[in-house]
């Protein structure tokens, strides 16, 4: 019997449907968040009608019943505030741990990094806004919990997992969790932050955390509000709790010019840095490039670095580095007492080590802070 043409187009719409939810539910599982269980956030507090507070950053964003926060990753269902990005990493990678940058801390290993989508920021220049700005949804993603996520980096042989790209703070029970059973198997945390978290949440990370880079995006509250929608005040918070619990730290300032490189600034936030967190922790200056919704911008000048670097160095700060200017002299560790070359670096590799056992300038003696066994 001969189909008449309605009856041929019906058929054909229902197959092409059929192929299409096929073809939904085999190539892309990231949008099918109900496949994996949610995990429940770590810090917040129910208020009436099923409203919750979330208590992990300086939002403390108040969410009705199926909304989510501002990070939007974290929603509330019926009353409990669950992450929708618990070990959902949306990018893996191995790295160099200079590329964090980490520049005292382990030098020539490499570290396992991966992140998640979401940021509890809004920065305007951001360099890694596809997956930041992204919601979890829009990303695809490898399941892969605490325990597989360590396996993974035994097997690779990194003495580190990053936490990084992205703001880690968001994915915070997927990072305390891992960070857990990396220290059980011998293998060292690290993270790449904007120290946007509440001291409770930080308080208990720091115990399994070894080493830290902060962004210190400006040092003003006006940059930090028009430029990131976050506060001054509370970075700095953190900055002090992981110096104060013996984590290696350092520190990151971006260089937008015209913005947050005043003399005034740079003195104002050097001499903090000196006076609250003490003259070796690391400071790096980066090179800004036109990204996201800064795009006409012009790039950092380099005599705007090499003065930031100038500058950090007459106030009495220790190790002060250039990036994103590849084989630039500021590469290097100089010694702060004989001025050496203890550690000559090229990008991300390290080409010459002048340290004896004792980890101290082979030249004159004077001791290198940082981790280096």
Same mark, same amino acid.
């Given at each position: #019997?001969?189909?008449?043409?309605?009856?041929?187009?019906?058929?054909?719409?229902? +197959?092409?449907?059929?192929?299409?939810?096929?073809?939904?539910?085999?190539?892309?599982? @990231?949008?099918?968040?109900?496949?994996?269980?949610?995990?429940?956030?770590?810090?917040?507090?129910?208020?009436?009608?099923?409203?919750?507070?979330?208590? *992990?950053?300086?939002?403390?964003?108040?969410?009705?019943?199926?909304?989510?926060?501002?990070?939007?990753?974290?929603?509330?269902?019926?009353?409990?505030?669950?992450?929708?990005?618990?070990? &959902?990493?949306?990018?893996?990678?191995?790295?160099?741990?200079?590329?964090?940058?980490?520049?005292?801390? +382990?030098?020539?290993?490499?570290?396992?990094?991966?992140?998640?989508?979401?940021?509890?920021?809004?920065?305007?220049?951001?360099?890694?806004?596809?997956?930041?700005?992204? &919601? %979890?949804?829009?990303?695809?993603?490898?399941?892969?919990?605490?325990?597989?996520?360590?396996?993974?980096?035994?097997?690779?042989?990194?003495?580190?997992?990053?936490?990084?790209?992205?703001? %880690?703070?968001?994915?915070?029970?997927?990072?305390?969790?891992?960070?857990?059973?990396? !220290?059980?198997?011998?293998?060292?945390?690290? #993270?790449?932050?904007?120290?946007?978290?509440?001291?409770?949440?930080?308080?208990?990370?720091?115990?399994? *955390?070894?080493?830290?880079?902060?962004?210190? !995006?400006?040092?003003?509250?006006?940059?930090?509000?028009?430029?990131?929608?976050? $506060?001054?005040?509370?970075?700095?918070?953190?900055?002090?709790?992981? !110096?104060?619990?013996?984590?290696?730290?350092?520190?990151?300032?971006?260089?937008?010019?015209? +913005?947050? $490189? @005043?003399?005034?600034?740079?003195?104002? #936030?050097?001499?903090?840095?000196?006076?609250?967190?003490?003259? $070796?922790?690391?400071?790096?200056?980066?090179?800004?490039?036109?990204?996201? &919704?800064?795009?006409?911008?012009?790039?950092?000048? +380099?005599?705007?670095?090499?003065?930031?670097?100038?500058?950090?160095?007459? =106030?009495?700060?220790?190790?002060?580095?250039?990036?994103?200017?590849?084989?630039?002299?500021?590469?290097?560790?100089? =010694?702060?007492?004989?001025?050496?070359?203890?550690?000559?670096? !090229?990008?991300?590799?390290?080409?010459?080590?002048?340290?004896?056992?004792?980890?101290?300038?082979?030249?004159?003696?004077?001791?290198?802070?940082?981790?280096?066994?």
């Amino acid at each position: #019997m001969r189909l008449n043409k309605r009856a041929s187009l019906i058929i054909l719409i229902a +197959l092409l449907a059929l192929f299409a939810l096929v073809g939904l539910l085999f190539y892309s599982p @990231s949008h099918f968040f109900s496949e994996e269980p949610l995990k429940e956030a770590y810090y917040y507090k129910k208020l009436k009608n099923k409203t919750v507070q979330c208590q *992990l950053c300086p939002h403390r964003c108040i969410i009705p019943e199926g909304r989510r926060g501002f990070c939007g990753v974290r929603q509330n269902r019926e009353g409990i505030l669950y992450s929708l990005v618990y070990a &959902k990493p949306c990018a893996r990678h191995i790295d160099p741990i200079e590329k964090k940058p980490l520049f005292h801390f +382990l030098p020539s290993s490499f570290a396992y990094s991966i992140a998640t989508a979401g940021c509890n920021f809004r920065c305007l220049f951001c360099q890694n806004w596809q997956i930041s700005q992204a &919601k %979890p949804e829009e990303l695809d993603y490898l399941y892969l919990t605490p325990a597989q996520l360590v396996k993974k980096v035994k097997e690779s042989g990194c003495l580190t997992i990053a936490y990084t790209y992205t703001e %880690p703070v968001i994915f915070y029970e997927y990072m305390l969790d891992t960070a857990k059973l990396a !220290k059980e198997a011998g293998i060292r945390n690290i #993270m790449h932050s904007n120290g946007y978290i509440n001291e409770e949440p930080l308080r208990e990370l720091v115990k399994y *955390l070894d080493a830290a880079n902060i962004d210190l !995006k400006g040092f003003s509250q006006e940059y930090y509000k028009n430029l990131t929608a976050g $506060d001054l005040e509370p970075v700095l918070r953190t900055l002090k709790i992981l !110096k104060e619990e013996g984590v290696w730290l350092e520190i990151t300032n971006l260089v937008l010019p015209g +913005l947050n $490189d @005043s003399e005034e600034t740079l003195v104002k #936030m050097c001499l903090w840095i000196k006076e609250n967190l003490g003259p $070796d922790v690391p400071l790096h200056f980066s090179r800004f490039w036109p990204t996201y &919704k800064m795009l006409s911008l012009f790039p950092t000048p +380099l005599e705007t670095l090499e003065k930031a670097r100038k500058i950090a160095l007459d =106030c009495g700060l220790h190790y002060v580095y250039i990036g994103n200017i590849p084989g630039h002299a500021s590469e290097n560790t100089y =010694c702060p007492k004989c001025g050496r070359i203890v550690i000559r670096r !090229k990008g991300y590799s390290i080409l010459e080590v002048n340290l004896n056992e004792e980890r101290r300038c082979k030249f004159c003696g004077e001791e290198i802070h940082g981790v280096w066994k």
